[in-house]
């Protein structure tokens, strides 16, 4: 069964610093890989999504996320916090079998002070 | 402005009623779905629908119903028989490469 964990409820930042968000993931086939954002009160906002090639990707508003097969994690990354950054932040996986369901982490709050 | 309209924004909900959320995307995706979000716990998937008369039941269905007539609406249903429904409700669209979801605005759904 599939299934994703993102073990930190928040993650707190400085602004100017480089920020980590954390994730991994358990699937039977090969994984596809998303990051979404959420902003209060409001729908998920696609960031960036691994399906196959270079196991760094880079999406919006300069995140990145670098996903690693032996671990099995797919941590979201940007070198340097904006205090617009500060949202909720979810993880989710498909497997590549043909299923048409896509699975979602609990989400962890980013707060970055300025 | 392509996308995906939910409404109401906000929705009261009183015992034994039976409440409907919309959902419409102009998009032209064929795959549409209704996820359901408290917090701390994610997105649940409640049902899904890859054509037009077709939908399938998704984890947490009971309590639920939806009907997908058209390609651009998938409304859903949350009936009396849902004894908690008070949630954020979420509908999402896909194309036919799937390789993201495209979410609405939400409607937030309260018991008074």
């Known amino acids: 069964a599939q299934s994703v964990a993102q073990p930190e409820d928040q993650v707190n930042v400085a602004e100017g610093n480089p920020l980590t968000v954390k994730c991994t993931y358990s699937v039977s086939g090969n994984p596809y890989l998303f990051w979404y954002v959420q902003y209060p009160n409001r729908g998920l906002q696609f960031l960036l999504k691994y399906i196959t090639g270079d196991n760094l990707v880079k999406g919006s508003y300069g995140f990145e996320a670098e996903f690693n097969k032996s671990q099995t994690s797919f941590h979201l990354k940007k070198p340097s916090a904006l205090v617009s950054d500060s949202a909720l932040y979810f993880c989710?996986?498909?497997?590549?079998?043909?299923?048409?369901?896509?699975?979602f982490g609990a989400g962890t709050r980013l707060f970055v002070k300025a | 402005d392509g996308g995906i309209t939910q409404s109401p924004k906000y929705l009261f909900r009183k015992e034994g009623q039976n409440v409907t959320l919309s959902c419409e995307q102009n998009l032209n995706h064929d795959a549409m779905y209704w996820y359901r979000q408290d917090p701390g716990q994610g997105l649940r998937l409640i049902y899904y629908?890859?054509?037009?008369?077709?939908?399938q039941k998704g984890d947490i269905a009971e309590g639920y119903s939806v009907s997908r007539e058209k390609k651009e609406s998938f409304p859903l249903t949350v009936t009396s028989a849902q004894k908690n429904p008070t949630a954020f409700y979420l509908c999402a669209s896909e194309g036919d490469r799937r390789e993201k979801l495209f979410f609405g605005s939400g409607t937030q759904l309260s018991v008074l």
């Open positions: 989710a996986v498909r497997d590549n079998t043909g299923g048409f369901k896509t699975i």
């Open positions: 629908s890859q054509i037009v008369n077709d939908f």
